[in-house]
């Protein structure tokens, strides 16, 4: 089996690009936390500390989604540099590793993301029911 010093870093971009995805959404939701922390310190509303519960996960599933990306990129570079040392066997099993992080990252990233669907729903059935009742 070989393995070219160019397929590890065939991930770059794309690990970049996801990072870049995966930074975006904790900007945003730590946003959304501080916005609803400010609201809630006003109103004392328990539904706020649901939604802030919710988001509280959502941003432990970012931090893990950074932390497999972040490793795959290195396991990949790491991968490039035993390639290129011509340890042929340890490059070969470390980019298998760096992808099975990537796939891992994604993982939980799809999982994020489901949780932020059905929170999204949630919000929705009740504007729908409003919309029932007024109507």
């Not at 959404?25 to 509303?45: C, G, M, P, W």
């Not at 539904?47 to 290195?74: H, P, W, Y």
């Not at 298998?96 to 919000?123: D, M, N, P, Q, Y």
């Amino acid at each position: 089996m070989n393995l070219q010093i160019e397929t590890p870093a065939l991930l770059f971009s794309a690990t970049s690009l996801i990072l870049l995805a995966y930074t975006n959404r904790f900007l945003t939701i730590a946003q959304i936390v501080r916005s609803l922390k400010k609201n809630y310190d006003e109103n004392h509303n328990k539904s706020i500390l649901i939604e802030i519960k919710n988001l509280n996960l959502r941003l432990t599933l970012i931090r893990a989604m950074q932390l497999f990306g972040v490793l795959s990129l290195f396991l990949s570079v790491f991968a490039m540099l035993l390639l290129y040392l011509e340890w042929m066997l340890a490059g070969i099993y470390l980019f298998g590793a760096s992808l099975l992080c990537l796939l891992i990252s994604l993982g939980i990233s799809f999982w994020e993301v489901s949780i932020s669907v059905t929170a999204l729903r949630v919000h929705l059935k009740d504007l729908l029911e409003e919309t029932k009742n007024k109507a």
